[in-house]
């Protein structure tokens, strides 16, 4: 059954450097004091930071979709992040979306960012999924991802677009931009978390979390400081919106390798 409105938290947080335990005793803390909420967005790689050791990091026993699993049941949110795992020999940067009912979904990063490294340690995912949560669909996708409008093209009818990232200060503007971009053009909510602080390569981030709507509009954000942000979000606004000025439909179609 469709829920007309859904309220959406972003946790924004400085992360401790490939100390899993660390981060998520720190999350767990912050997930207990959010109050109501239907989605919680949590950072890239959440438990461990941006981390190119995926030998010390992967969650090869699924220690982080296990505890994930556990917050979403004992807080009654969907949890969504993603974490460094091993599968068959294999590491992926994953992203998880873990309901209340521990149903979860999986999405392997698939634009990975070269010039971080990222190709020579990890395997690209070569699907994009849609989540169908309380009636709502959803795209989720992972940092690098932001910059390749061509894989989150609405055409495959989702009504929110998810980014966990660890994206740098140093191009806080292309991020803030680009967000801005993916929601106007395709029609959609766009939710968005970052982190803060320096991570264990002395990379600062700024944050920039934020909740988008489907003008292109700012409903929610945060810079700089760790926190959370929220804002509830409307369906009938949005399909209201594409009524009368129906975009969509006249866009161009493309072929692809990840359908």
């Known amino acids: 059954m469709k829920k007309n409105t859904i309220r959406v938290q972003i946790i924004q947080v400085s992360l401790i450097w490939e100390e899993l335990e660390v981060n998520l005793t720190s999350f767990e803390k912050r997930l207990s ?75 392997d990063k698939r634009h990975l960012f070269t010039m971080g490294d990222e190709t020579n340690h990890y395997a690209a995912g070569k699907e994009r999924i849609i989540i169908d949560y309380l009636g709502w669909k959803i795209l989720p996708l992972v940092c690098y991802d932001l910059r390749f409008p061509v894989f989150s093209r609405n055409d495959i009818g989702y009504d929110l677009l998810l980014y966990v990232a660890n994206w740098p200060e140093k191009r806080a503007h292309h991020w803030k931009t680009l967000l801005l971009a993916r929601a106007i053009e395709n029609q959609c909510f766009v939710a968005a978390c970052n982190r803060v602080g320096e991570d264990g390569n002395g990379i600062g981030h700024s944050g920039d979390s934020c909740i988008i709507n489907f003008k292109g509009e700012l409903i929610s954000s945060l810079t700089n400081d760790e926190g959370k942000l929220e804002a509830e979000i409307n369906y009938k606004e949005l399909l209201d919106a594409r009524a009368k000025f129906p975009v969509l439909p006249d866009a161009d179609s493309f072929t692809s390798d990840w359908k």
């Open 33 to 107: 004091d959010l109050g109501d909420a239907d989605l919680v967005l949590l950072p890239e790689m959440f438990a461990t930071g941006f981390s190119m050791n995926p030998d010390k990091t992967a969650d090869a026993n699924e220690r982080v979709l296990t505890w994930m699993k556990n917050m979403a049941r004992l807080h009654q949110k969907a949890i969504c992040g993603s974490v460094v795992v091993r599968e068959h020999g294999v590491h992926y940067n994953r992203l998880y979306f873990v309901q209340p009912d521990a149903i979860y979904y999986q999405y």
